[in-house]
């Protein structure tokens, strides 16, 4: 799914596929170009974040299927970023639908 996709989605204001070292390969939206290869970076990792604390309740807990996580959201009062694989978003919360990005989201990281 190309990023024009999930940028015309309501309320989205940047989206971009980066690599695992947190490198932009693509990006679409309004954010500068400095401040997309920082949302990467930052993508990148709270991913790396996310992975070592699910390793942590798997190790703890004895309970499967905590890995691998299927993405992650940080949300503020006004602008929520997420996260599926190494595809990363902004969008203001009033005006779009959280399900229907990570939707999108998920259906592009696994093109």
């Known amino acids: 799914m190309p990023l024009r996709k999930i940028l015309v989605l309501d309320g989205v204001t940047a989206v ?5 070292d947190g490198v932009v390969m693509e990006a679409e939206g309004l ?5 997309i290869d920082h949302l990467a970076k930052f993508a990148h990792w709270y991913r790396r ?8 309740m798997s190790l703890f807990s004895q309970m499967r299927g905590w890995s691998p996580s299927q ?3 940080v949300q503020g009062v006004t602008t929520t970023v997420c996260s599926v694989g190494n595809m990363v ?16 989201l998920r259906e592009a990281a696994h093109e």
Not at 31 to 35: K, P, Q, R, T, Y
Not at 89 to 104: D, I, K, Q, T, Y
């Open 16 to 20: 971009c596929r980066f690599r695992d």
């Open 31 to 35: 954010l500068a170009s400095d401040l």
């Open 49 to 56: 974040m996310v992975s070592g604390n699910i390793d942590l």
């Open 71 to 73: 993405g992650w959201v």
């Open 89 to 104: 978003c902004v969008f203001e919360n009033a005006e779009g639908s959280l399900n229907e990005v990570m939707r999108a």
